[in-house]
């Protein structure tokens, strides 16, 4: 895929979705401003973020971008990325904002929150992403594997002291869960 497909797919989303990234800017920079300093807070509420974002790419929301995308000549590998960039960006901007309504208020070691939120919030996105293809069990599932993803990236984090760690477990994940929402979308790729 060309960086200018992925662009292109990435305006178009974040177009459509322009309310609810601004909506979770706009509560992540309130929590911030009233929720007490630490990591936990930007973790948790930026992966809860992430989830509504990713939950917000699923089929039918936004039939004529689905319409668009189906049409457009890429894989479903592909497809997978360029709609895997918009939560991603929504959900780390908005960790961000949290992160820096904290640095506002006075919040300490602010670099050091920062990497671990956004490094959990983009991972748990990744995984959420894979429910927005499912129903039922299977899509309940998905979020609670999400939910378990940003917990366990923040204990290796805070509880282990292990920033590397925490990295690296993120890049595995995060990995796999972007190549399982490929292959998913690959098995319905006309092309």
């Known amino acids: 895929m060309t960086p200018r497909a ?10 459509a979705q322009r309310r ?11 929590v911030g401003l009233l929720a007490p300093a630490g990591p936990a807070g930007p973790v948790f509420f930026g992966s809860l973020l992430g989830i509504i974002l990713a939950l917000a790419q699923s089929p039918g929301l936004h039939p004529h971008l689905d319409r668009c995308e189906q049409s457009a000549p890429l894989f479903g590998r592909e497809l997978a990325r360029a709609k895997a960039l918009v ?8 960790t961000t904002v949290y992160v820096l309504a904290q640095a506002f208020r006075g919040g300490t070691d602010v670099p ?3 990497v671990v939120a956004v490094a959990a919030v983009v991972t748990s996105t990744l995984v959420a992403l894979s429910a927005t293809i499912r129903r039922g069990f299977a899509r309940a599932l998905y979020v609670l594997l999400a939910c378990a993803t940003s917990a366990a990236a923040f204990a290796i984090a805070i509880t282990g002291r292990s920033l590397l760690g925490e990295l690296g477990f993120c890049a595995v994940v995060a990995f796999l869960a972007l190549r399982q929402y490929g292959e998913t979308l690959a098995r319905y790729d006309p092309i």
Do not use: N, S
């Open 87 to 94: 939560p991603c960006v929504a959900a780390a901007l908005a």
């Open 6 to 15: 992925a662009a292109g797919v990435l305006r178009a989303r974040l177009y």
């Open 112 to 114: 050091f929150v920062f």
């Open 20 to 30: 609810v990234a601004y909506y979770a800017c706009a509560a992540a920079l309130l």
